[in-house]
T-cell receptor, first 113, second 111 residues
Framework: SQTIHQWPATLVQPVGSPLSLECTVE??????LYWYRQAAGRGLQLLFY??????ISSEVPQNLSASRPQDRQFILSSKKLLLSDSGFYLC????????????FGQGTRLTVV | SQQGEEDPQALSIQEGENATMNCSYK?????LQWYRQNSGRGLVHLIL?????REKHSGRLRVTLDTSKKSSSLLITASRAADTASYFC???????????FGPGTSLSVIP
């Protein structure tokens, strides 16, 4: 079965520092991968999705970027964090049009101070 | 936009009562999934219902799907305090290689 590893679980970073969150997937090949952000007390917002290596689509303009250097690796980055980047970040893996559940990492709680 | 929308956004009930949450969407779908999130943690998959299905059950959960109205409902029967969580509908559309969450319903079950 598919599993997603996402780390770190919590992160406190100063404003202006860089960010790198990593997500790796096991048990599947050529998955669609997604990064979501959840601000405190709010819903989940799709940030990026990727249908293959090197293919990244951005849903909202922001201070973040994503990369997919390998089939089962998805990285969320920022060169300089803003206070507004604080939130809960979730990586997800899905096989679109196969009618299976999506799988989620455990999330990273990022606090920018 | 494929954004799903759950309602109500917040629901408070007594233990033992039933809780009903609804999700509406705007596009054609392959499937619709319901997830639970406890206190800002990771998501737990509850039920997936395909576009050609109308109803599914899993334990105390019942999900219906009406593709003509582009809506789904999640019913939790005989609620328990442990059901307190946020519930999200998750839409896999037919036109895009991405899935979209609704904003969620925050359910509080009072013992």
């Amino acid at each position: 079965s598919q599993t997603i590893h996402q780390w770190p679980a919590t992160l406190v970073q100063p404003v202006g520092s860089p960010l790198s969150l990593e997500c790796t997937v096991e048990g599947t090949s050529n998955p669609n991968l997604y990064w979501y952000r959840q601000a405190a007390g709010r819903g989940l917002q799709l940030l990026f999705y990727s249908v293959g290596i090197g293919q990244i689509s951005s849903e909202v303009p922001q201070n973040l970027s994503a990369s997919r250097p390998q089939d089962r690796q998805f990285i969320l980055s920022s060169k300089k964090l803003l206070l507004s980047d604080s939130g809960f970040y979730l990586c997800a893996c899905g096989q679109v049009r196969v009618n299976t559940e999506a799988f989620f990492g455990q999330g990273t709680r990022l606090t920018v101070v | 936009s494929q954004q799903g929308e759950e309602d109500p956004q917040a629901l408070s009930i007594q233990e033992g009562e039933n809780a009903t949450m609804n999700c509406s969407y705007k596009t054609s779908i392959n499937n619709l999934q319901w997830y639970r999130q406890n206190s800002g943690r990771g998501l737990v998959h509850l039920i997936l219902i395909r576009s050609n299905e109308r109803e599914k059950h899993s334990g105390r959960l019942r999900v219906t799907l009406d593709t003509s109205k582009k809506s789904s409902s999640l019913l939790i029967t005989a609620s328990r305090a442990a059901d307190t969580a946020s519930y999200f509908c998750f839409i896999e559309g037919t036109s895009y290689d991405k899935v979209i969450f609704g904003p969620g319903t925050s359910l509080s079950v009072i013992p």
